[in-house]
């Protein structure tokens, strides 16, 4: 059973730049795809379940794929062992507000994880972000 742990968020100016975490613990093997979502409080839903919206997925070949309101701005890494899932977040601005989580998934790939009405295997606990104009 793979686990998630993300490290704690932080509040920051806008311009400024963080660092999220995700301990990766269980098998996680060649097939899965992780990522990073985030729910903005007060937004709609974007899919029948999950007001979650995809921010950056990384496959076992470290192919990435973003969103493109972060594109040029975050870069998503992971160790070589796949053991540590990581989010750096540069010229952060005040709508990157949310709780971010991190995720893994089975079967889907960096062309589907994003997907808003796809049911991802595990999800971590979710870590708050706050950037103050």
């Known amino acids: 059973q793979v686990h998630l742990v993300e490290s704690a968020g932080g509040s920051v100016q806008a311009g400024g730049s963080l660092r999220l975490s995700c301990v990766v613990s269980g098998p996680v093997t060649d097939t899965y795809t992780m990522g990073w979502f985030r729910h903005v409080a007060g937004k709609a839903p974007v899919g029948p379940k999950f007001?979650?919206?995809?921010?950056?997925?990384?496959?076992?070949?470290?192919?990435?794929r973003y969103a493109d309101s972060v594109k040029g701005r975050f870069t998503i890494s992971q160790d070589s062992n796949r053991h540590s899932l990581y989010l750096q977040m540069d010229n952060l601005k005040p709508e990157d507000t949310a709780i971010y989580y991190c995720?893994?998934?089975?079967?889907?790939?960096?062309?589907?994880?994003?997907?808003?009405?796809?049911?991802?295997?595990?999800w971590g606990q979710g870590t708050l972000v706050t950037v103050s104009p």
């Open positions: 995720a893994a998934d089975r079967v889907a790939t960096i062309g589907t994880m994003m997907d808003p009405l796809r049911v991802l295997d595990v």
């Open positions: 007001s979650r919206e995809g921010v950056a997925v990384i496959d076992a070949w470290d192919r990435t």
